[in-house]
């Protein structure tokens, strides 16, 4: 495993991918600092990078604007309630695919997984005028159920590579100890499967979080959140670069911070357990 | 073994997920193909209740000769494979580079992989406005400083920026995946490999290369489902001008702007008939994955 290492070699290769990954990062961090910024040093000419007068004024400002709460709330009941909705139905699906296989099993998964390649444009029209007939067009339950369907299959797959990996020997075991069925799945079963329902619950609300064609064809005013609280910004307020910026970070700091905590879990769920 | 009872009890346990796709599947795919071959402008009085006229094939042939449909073919195609061939390249280097020993390691990856996290709707501002504004973003600054004249990127420039800001979103997440798949890579190998003289590039080639191969396929699907249908990246920058209208975006404006379902519908089918003929390579790639 371990390669001889000069400590030289080590501290280049830490300042190299340091400097490539702030640079990467840099969007971000401009972002942020930014909007520290009164409007009139946000457009300085040279950029300040630090040494300017930190001000909380342009968060308030923001949330005076624009009700920043109403929005927030909404992503939160909609990321929110898709993901618990989702896993309602897709524990028991994957749980059974998983322990009790047949031989449609593998064919019942490639299909979830061919729904999520049906491109949303296709059936904007359709959906939209369901939501108008069925009273859901700018409401935050229908919006939840939607996002709820298009994250369902990678749910389903996650839970299922998960659940494949908890040995079924153990079950065996614990019958051969007298244990009953309810005493496997609460005391066998659920303890190994609770991280892996984890995961797929982080994976869940950043993609509901920032999903951004449903939200904003499909919300207005009332149910909006915070992707279309952010698309408000596009002009031509856009100019206020030091609220565009405070606007920014109100919109992005949640996820970012849960982003970070599942970052293992990212490539599971999105290669469908294809890369572990 | 799994006895009769239990079997039952699986596929009840199966059925909502089941049921729930296969109406999110059919109901709106049914009415797409119904719409595509009637007329239907809601402006021009057309409505439902009194009844579509159908006009066979002609919604199809409308989309494909209108003079908007080749330009936001070759539009999403030059979107989609630049947006590959970068972050793939530099998703190689970045995970050839994280993976090397150095110190605080989580933390540069984490700083590597925060633009996934960001919503399309922001990145696609903040590089619109604090980035490419031509009078007071950052790159108009930087060209100011070495003498060039600023760029009007999202004007004259349009789909290179685009592509610039996609790419930026997608280059974390073909990083993680080729790094993890880097990790899982067999060290004796490597060393076996160094210990026979074998140079650096030659290791790379001919057994990082190889390891790496099926990662790469799975990010150049799966970036691939998602490159085609951007939309919000378009939406809030450009609005579909310059030059920016993808197949996506111009089937959008049928719709909303234009109003004409019917036509929209048909470029919906083409749209679903293009992410299927994509679809088919994913899903066989996952299939082989789950015989193992």
Redesign the interface.
Known sequence: MARAVTTKQKAINTAFALGVALLIFFPILWTILTSFKTEAQAINDPPIFFFFDWTLENYYAVQERSDYMKFLWNSIFIAGGSTLLGIIIAVPAAWSMAFVPSKRTKDILLWMLSTKMLPAVGVLYPIYLLFIELGLLDSRGGLAFVLMLINLPIMVWMLYTYFKEIPVDILEAARMDGASLRDEILYVLTPMAIPGIASTILLNIILAWNEAFWTLNLTAAKAAPLTQFIASYSSPEGLFFAKLSAASVMAIAPILVLGWFSQKQLVRGLTFGAVK | M?TQQ??S???L??A???V??MG??L???I??LF?SFKKYVPLRGDTIGNGLDWVGLQNYERFISSSSFWPSVQTTLIIVISVLLITIFLGVL?AL??D??????GV????????????????A???????MDPV?G?LA?LWK?FGAEPIQWLSHESLPSIIMIVS?QW???AT??LL??IQ?LD?EQL?AAEMDGAQRLKRFWHIVLPHLS??IT?VIL?QT?FL??I??EI??TTGGAFGTKTL?YL??QR??DSQN?GL??AG??Y??I???I??IF??R???K???K
């Open positions: 799994a239990s079997r009890a699986a596929r346990m199966m909502p997920a089941v729930l796709l999110w599947m109901v709106p795919l009415m797409t719409f970045l580079l994280l090397q020993p150095m110190w605080g390691q540069i990856r984490i700083l590597v992989i925060s633009p996934f996290f960001v919503m399309p709707t922001v990145s501002l903040v590089w619109k406005n604090m980035f007071n950052i600054h400083f930026w280059l974390p997440f993680l995946i993890t798949a899982s060290r060393e099926r990662a799975i799966i489902i085609l249908s939309f919000a939406f809030v996506t089937i959008f719709v909303f379902i929209g519908s919906g089918v749209a679903i293009l992410a299927n994509v679809a994913l899903m790639i996952v299939g994955n789950l015989d």
